[in-house]
């Protein structure tokens, strides 16, 4: 086994050996095999971690996420825990111990065919979801389900934050998209600071300096789903000292507006009423209440 800590904990490193196992060669499809182990084995801790947090903690993962790789790496050196070898006599690769009868059963509860599907599109990147609602009723049947959740969360209004959310797309004819017209997923604006570690897109957008409109170009964060927009707006806003006041005026929409205005959520200085007119108005209260009624 080529012992190379890169391959073993980056996808592409198994994107590279994929490639190579579609040869057939069972040295090639042992060592994809052993990699999917230690990448199961990370994920695994990851995982772990991720349940024992606390929602909203913002910190500085980097020598933890080290820390898990190189625990990944010892678990599953030599011998391993096995899953490897399942791997190999589950797929029946030729030449690999086992692999003269093709097994009939199943590893985690998965056929042969749905495994070997797996293998091939383990560390592949996650497709992002293209989201481009039709209608103003499409956008807030859409984002209304996040919202409550999001906002149960946060203490506030859900439509407060689907009210957010329509200022900042647009009612979702605006959403940041890629060269290739994809969603970016960002609902609210949210910035791609030096913390953020994700995928990103640099676009023009409007900011004001001393209450002066000035065009300038802007890293804004991207996600795969909005579901995964929503929860990092909720991250945002709970894991920050900045929102804090924002937090405490949940139960008030007004207020949490203006919060977040005054905590420096936007730079226009009319943020915060611009919100509110989307959220008073006609047009979002019947939106609602028909997802409601539909429902």
Do not use: C
């Amino acid at each position: 086994m080529t012992d190379n800590v890169s391959m073993y904990s980056d996808f592409s490193g198994l994107a590279r050996l994929r490639e190579a196992a579609k040869d057939k060669s069972p040295e090639a499809a042992r060592e994809a095999a052993q990699q999917f182990e230690a990448l199961f084995v990370q994920m695994m801790l990851q995982s772990m971690r991720s349940a024992s947090s606390v929602l909203g903690e913002q910190r500085d993962t980097t020598y933890e996420e080290m820390f898990d790789r190189q625990i990944a790496l010892e678990l599953t050196r030599g011998k391993g825990l096995g899953i490897a070898d399942l791997l190999m006599k589950q797929l029946a690769f030729e030449g690999s111990e086992g692999a003269d009868t093709p097994a009939t059963g199943t590893f985690l509860g998965m056929p042969p065919q749905a495994l070997e599907a797996a293998i091939n599109t383990f560390g592949q990147p996650a497709e992002r979801r293209d989201w481009q609602p039709a209608g103003r009723d499409e956008f807030v049947r859409d984002l209304l389900p996040h919202a409550e959740q999001a906002a149960e969360n946060l203490g506030v209004d859900p439509r407060v934050l689907v009210a957010q959310a329509a200022l900042e797309t647009g009612w979702g004819q605006h959403v940041i998209r890629d060269n290739s017209g994809v969603s970016s997923n960002n609902l609210f604006g949210i910035k791609a600071t030096g913390s953020w570690k994700g995928q990103h897109l640099s676009i023009p957008t409007l900011e004001y300096d001393g209450g002066v409109a000035r065009r300038q170009r802007e890293n804004f964060r991207v996600y795969d789903d909005l579901a995964e927009g929503f929860a990092d707006y909720v991250r945002l806003i709970s894991g920050s000292k900045r929102y804090t006041e924002a937090v405490k005026q949940a139960a008030d929409p007004d207020a949490y507006l203006d919060a977040l205005q005054e905590a420096g959520y936007a730079t226009d200085p009319n943020y915060a009423n611009k919100i509110k007119a989307i959220l008073h108005g006609p047009d979002l209260g019947d939106y609602v209440a028909q997802v409601k009624n539909s429902t």
